[in-house]
């Protein structure tokens, strides 16, 4: 079945240590999104990818980066993070359309931890 | 601007009973309309969705919405719910920059 993989599906890192979390889709999809979700809270978009463009959210930090090498995959690295940092990182695709009509397909995400 | 307000944080009901869960919207632009459930340590997955057309959607799970453009409304609805049922569910609405803006979310628990 086509779908969206996050690996891994648990991280822990330490204070202050780079990290790298990876999604792959097989959808096709020219659209790739990052979310953060935190215990009991909607997802909150980081940025998207409309196929090589990066579109970063106003109130994410600089501390969040983003690299989309091809059309299959996409990662979020965190520079240094922090315990603030600690949450559900979901991530999604979906087909280019004309004002949002066409749903977002999820992978299971990662849960990070830091220590 | 586009918002969604779930006007439930929590939804207790029994095993068997129909359950509703609420959903209003706001929004400038074409108004696309989705339900997503999320189940403890996993992602989102689609229930439902309203584009066009017919104002009665049904989705996956025996899960059907009705949208109501005057009250701008999108409820979620079941007639039996079961124990598996239980999770999270999110309204979002879609309509401007490939983005979705969702609810808060209402957290479906089921009693047996």
């Known amino acids: 079945d086509a779908m969206v993989i996050q690996n891994p599906r648990y991280q822990v890192t330490q204070f202050g240590k780079p990290v790298t979390l990876s999604c792959s889709q097989t959808?096709?999809?020219?659209?790739m999104y990052w979310y953060q979700q935190k215990s009991s809270q909607a997802p909150k978009l980081l940025f998207h990818?409309?196929?090589?463009?990066?579109?970063n959210e106003a109130d994410t930090p600089d501390n969040f980066q983003s690299r989309r090498p091809n059309t299959s995959f996409c990662f979020l690295d965190i520079r240094s993070p922090g315990l603030g940092d600690a949450a559900m990182y979901l991530c999604?695709?979906?087909?280019?359309?004309?004002?949002?009509?066409?749903?977002?397909?999820f992978g299971d995400g990662t849960r990070l931890s830091i220590l | 601007a586009q918002s969604v307000t779930q006007l439930d944080s929590q939804v207790p009901v029994f095993e068997e009973a129909p359950v509703e869960l609420r959903c209003n919207y706001s929004?400038?632009?074409?108004?696309?309309l989705f339900w997503y459930v999320q189940y403890p340590n996993q992602g989102l997955q689609l229930l439902l969705k309203?584009?066009?057309?017919?104002?009665l959607v049904k989705g996956i799970n025996g899960f059907e919405a009705e949208f109501n453009k005057s009250q701008t409304s999108f409820h979620l609805r079941k007639p039996s719910v079961h124990i598996s049922d239980t999770a999270e569910y999110f309204c979002?609405?879609?309509?401007?920059?490939?983005?979705?803006?969702f609810g808060q979310g209402t957290r479906l628990t089921i009693n047996p």
């Open positions: 999604a695709t979906s087909r280019d359309t004309q004002g949002g009509s066409q749903p977002q397909h």
């Open positions: 959808l096709n999809h020219n659209v």
């Open positions: 990818y409309y196929d090589k463009d990066f579109n």
């Open positions: 929004s400038s632009v074409s108004v696309y």
């Open positions: 309203y584009l066009s057309g017919s104002t």
């Open positions: 979002a609405v879609g309509g401007g920059a490939q983005k979705l803006v």
